[in-house]
């Protein structure tokens, strides 16, 4: 099948009719991001499903956002994609389509999505046809699915469990045998049937070979059963195998940014719990531990000395005083008595009856003890000021100089904050501690910052190294972890069953040479059926091997020759096709290995090439096992690829012989001087049969999509 032509209408950034006329080989499009490649690819994707990245979408998001404004009110225009093909000498003709009218600027109404074929025929004739029918002529799903990829992720498709068995089966010549391989069954019950008839000797033996028989028909399902049930785990086991091999030395990787995330979160609590202990709220400390006494000592001993200073000077001039009114009065007796006078602000005779209780002098701040000096000398003039204040208080009028005591008030405030001097002594002790324990913290924030950066770059550099992001390297991870205890079980399943089957398949003989006991012939024709049977199946189960392992060898040769072009001068290994029997079916293992075995881990543009590769070869070969060959369809499939490799790419598409269109976005630039864009000069060194260039027409309103239009080159 050949695309002649695809045409676009009305398909959002197409807007009226966009036709490409595609030639038999290498058809290239090519363009900017953001200018139609993809949606050409997606408009085609509808036309064949009515789908977009397999979900339904919705008409009205379809429709080219210029023609809405464009078309009149009351208008009515059709969105649709149509193909031209032509098969087996005859054109076919498919459209889906639907129609839209403009009701007012702001609101458009759909019809129905209508199918719609016709089909060219030989002799001229033009018949109309079900365009599902049509479908499955021209693109049937099964080939479609291993012809059509949108971006290098729908590549890894061949990485899908049984994906690989389900390609071959489509494209290989074994596939054919499957058919003869039903009709030997039928060959088999009719067989059963004759030696069923001729064996009836008597009735006893004919009732005991029907129970016999019976019992062998349900023993037969039962190991059908259990066979199946065998095959499904075996297959899964081979499944999680692969897996697990496949992703061993990236799952160490995730296991080391497990162990790196843990310590890394350990630090960063550990810095929490450091930085939770640097207290730096000094001016909380300056008054709520009184750390703004710590200048205060200076003050408060300046203070105590002009107190004192004071105190010796209002005595002084009290004494004087005194004198001066016993003098004038003639009392002698009060000049003496003024001479050994206390002062009048000296502690009262309260404080300095609780200073000798308490044996300390609250002047000088020292212990005075019962016995000691310093209690004597207090004890005597304590006397002595007691004598002189209750003499004072026994005159009725006695005249001061200084008849308030603010002095004395002072001194109180002096004895008051006397213990606030000794709670100053520590302050700067207390200021040290603080700052010490505040500076040995941010050491080791600073140490355990240095530690938690240098994981976090081994972090960086395992994941870089993986090419792989965190989250998915850890989902992975979890996968891996999954796996291992999903082959456990399945290895266990897989004992259990085969014990079980093996049992069953012994009952099933002793029921069949039971059966032979009371069932058997002599006659030489159904001898020879029954000998023909077990050859013809031998040799069409032989040959249905022998084609699928033909044809798998061809591929591994096939493949690498086209995987070596498109790496040409770099390193790729070898592709390898590994077969392993599950119960009687074939499994293909894709691995790619080099000189010391498996290669563990390709980066994405080979493994990217090793998928293209192993599809360029399937439809090469499968030119020689069928009538018809189906093109293949590529949306952005080299995004990894570096412009050599992109080039080789091309290249090698330009030799499979089947019908190809490939959209790219490489090869475009943009002019210097004029700023526009332009194709480079390289482009024309692509080995290519028809090229189109897919662009927006210029200029247009970056914030209006009523502006977009893609335009269609061909070049």
């Known amino acids: 099948m050949k695309i002649n ?18 030639s038999d080989g290498l058809n290239i499009i090519i363009g900017e991001n953001g200018e139609g490649k993809t949606k050409f690819y997606e408009a085609l994707d509808w036309m064949f499903t009515g789908l977009i990245d397999g979900k339904e979408p919705k008409l009205l998001e379809l429709i080219s956002a210029k023609k809405k404004k464009d078309s009149s009110v009351g208008g009515k225009f059709e969105v649709s994609v149509s193909i031209e093909v032509r098969q087996f000498n005859e054109v076919k003709y498919v459209k889906r389509s639907y129609v839209v009218t403009k009701e007012s600027d702001l609101n458009f109404i759909t019809s129905q999505v209508m199918l719609t074929a016709t089909v060219d025929k030989v002799n001229g004739e033009r018949e109309h046809a079900r365009a599902e029918q049509i479908f499955s002529e021209i693109f049937p799903e099964r080939y479609r699915r291993f012809s059509m990829f949108k971006g290098e992720q729908e590549f890894r498709i061949l990485e899908k469990p049984d994906s690989f068995n389900e390609l071959v089966a489509a494209f290989s010549e074994s596939s054919d045998y499957e058919n003869y391989t039903k009709a030997i ?12 008839e001729a064996g009836k ?63 890394i979160a350990e630090l960063e609590q550990a810095i929490k719990s450091k930085q939770d202990l640097i207290d730096q709220d000094y001016t909380k400390y300056l008054f709520d531990e009184k750390w703004i006494l710590r200048d205060f000592e200076s003050v408060f001993n300046e203070y105590c000395r002009k107190i004192e200073n004071f105190s010796k000077e209002k005595w002084e001039q009290e004494s004087n005083y005194q004198k001066k009114i016993a003098y ?5 007796d009060l000049i003496t008595a003024h001479k050994a006078n206390l002062p009048f602000d000296v502690p009262s005779v309260d404080l300095m009856r609780d200073m000798l209780e308490e044996e300390i002098c609250k002047v000088c701040n020292r212990s005075a003890p019962i016995g000691s000096d310093a209690y004597i000398f207090m004890k005597s003039r304590f006397e002595k000021y007691k004598k002189i204040v209750e003499g004072g208080a026994k005159k009725k009028k006695e005249q001061f100089l200084f008849s308030n005591d603010y002095l004395g008030k002072l001194r109180f405030i002096m004895d008051t904050h006397r213990n606030n001097r000794l709670l100053a002594e520590d302050i700067m002790e207390s200021i040290e501690q603080k700052k010490q324990s505040n500076h040995s913290l941010f050491e080791e924030i600073n140490d355990l910052n240095n530690k938690l950066a240098s994981e976090k770059k081994e972090k960086s550099r395992i994941i870089s190294f993986s090419n792989e992001s965190e989250e998915r390297s850890q989902n992975k991870l979890t996968d891996y972890r999954s796996w291992i205890q999903d082959l456990w079980d399945c290895k266990r399943e897989e004992i259990t069953f085969t014990e079980k089957l093996n049992g069953l398949v012994n009952e099933l003989k002793d029921l069949e040479e039971e059966a032979t006991r009371y069932n058997t012939t002599k006659d030489p024709i159904l001898v020879k059926a029954r000998d023909l049977y077990d050859t013809i199946s031998k040799i069409f189960n032989d040959t249905k091997e022998r084609k699928f392992d033909d044809f798998i060898e061809k591929l591994q040769r096939e493949t690498n020759e086209i995987f070596g072009k498109i790496n040409l001068d770099a390193f790729k290994g070898y592709i390898k096709f590994e077969k392993k029997l599950i119960g009687t079916k074939a499994n293909i293992n894709v691995l790619l290995i080099e000189d010391n075995g498996i290669f563990e881990n390709p980066n994405d543009s080979l493994k990217t090439s090793m998928h293209i ?10 030119k020689e096992f069928s009538s018809d ?3 293949m369809i590529f949306d952005a499939p080299t995004s990894t690829f570096g412009e050599l490799k992109t080039t080789n790419f091309l290249n090698v598409l330009n030799e499979v012989g089947n019908q190809k269109i490939l959209l790219i976005k490489d090869f475009i630039t943009r002019d210097l001087k004029n700023g526009n864009l332009t194709i480079k000069n390289e482009f024309r060194n692509i080995k290519r049969d028809k090229a189109f260039w897919v662009k927006l027409q210029r200029p247009f309103d970056e914030h209006n999509l009523s502006t977009i239009n893609t335009e269609v080159v061909e070049l």
């Open 5 to 22: 032509r695809i045409i676009i209408e009305n398909y959002l950034c197409y807007y009226e009719k966009k036709t490409f006329n595609l």
């Open 185 to 196: 069954s039928e060959m088999r019950k009719i067989r059963e049937k004759s030696i069923s």
């Open 201 to 263: 000797r008597s009735q006893k033996d004919s009732i005991n070979y029907q129970i016999a028989k019976t019992k062998i028909e349900e023993k037969e399902k039962e190991v059908k059963s259990f066979s199946d049930r065998l095959y499904i785990i075996k297959n899964n086991k081979n499944i999680l195998e692969q897996q697990i091999k496949l992703h061993e030395s990236s799952v160490a990787n995730s296991e080391e940014i497990e162990k790196l995330n843990k310590r």
């Open 328 to 332: 004038e009065q003639g009392q002698a």
């Open 613 to 622: 590769s192993i599809l360029f070869a399937i439809s090469k070969l499968a």
């Open 629 to 631: 060959d189906y093109p």
